[in-house]
């Protein structure tokens, strides 16, 4: 068929480019030391290497310091509003998806992602904790997925 070279050159790049990258990068923002540990470990297993953050503070130089490929935020960080978080990523610069993972009211959390829709950020979900962790990984392997195939178009355009 007459669109299957083409099919198949693009399926070949994407595959190419997955064994070309370096695994995803999370960063995990929750003052809760067990919630940081199980977020990171499902993340893990969808393929993620994973930075944790026990405070804004934290998060904002690991976030300086590295570039991520998603983040998850908890809306209640001690002293900080996890809303001031979200400043905090606009202020400098994140462009990366945002999974906020909240033991917070459905009302918050609805204002959290007014937001920081307001602010510009990729805010892709909002999951209530306990997390489930299916739905946490399945989160991360679309987000992961979008990830390569951005890259992925982005080789095959350029050839």
Same mark, same amino acid.
């Given at each position: 068929?007459? +669109? ?26 929750? $003052? $809760? ?28 130089? /690991? ?5 991520? $490929?998603? #983040? ?15 400043? %905090?990523?606009?202020? #400098? ?16 959390? %609805? ?9 510009? /950020? ?9 997390? $489930?962790?299916?739905? /946490? ?5 679309? #987000? ?7 890259? +992925? ?7």
């Amino acid at each position: 068929m007459l +669109g299957q070279p083409k099919a198949r050159e693009a399926s070949d790049a994407g595959a190419a480019v997955a064994k070309a990258m370096p695994a995803p990068r999370l960063l995990v923002i929750d $003052d $809760d030391a067990l919630h940081r540990l199980i977020i990171c470990r499902a993340a893990a297993r969808a393929g993620y290497v994973p930075a944790q953050a026990a405070s804004c503070e934290e998060a904002v130089e /690991l976030a300086q310091a590295t570039a991520f $490929d998603c #983040i998850t935020l908890d809306l209640s960080l001690g002293a900080h509003a996890g809303v001031e978080m979200l400043r %905090r990523l606009q202020t #400098i610069g994140c462009k990366a998806p945002i999974i906020i993972v909240s033991g917070s009211d459905s009302a918050t959390c %609805r204002a959290a992602l007014r937001i920081a829709r307001t602010l510009k /950020l990729d805010v892709v979900e909002w999951l209530a904790k306990p997390v $489930d962790l299916a739905t /946490l990984r399945y989160s991360l392997e679309r #987000i992961r997925h979008r990830r390569l195939l951005v890259r +992925g178009l982005a080789t095959v355009v350029a050839r």
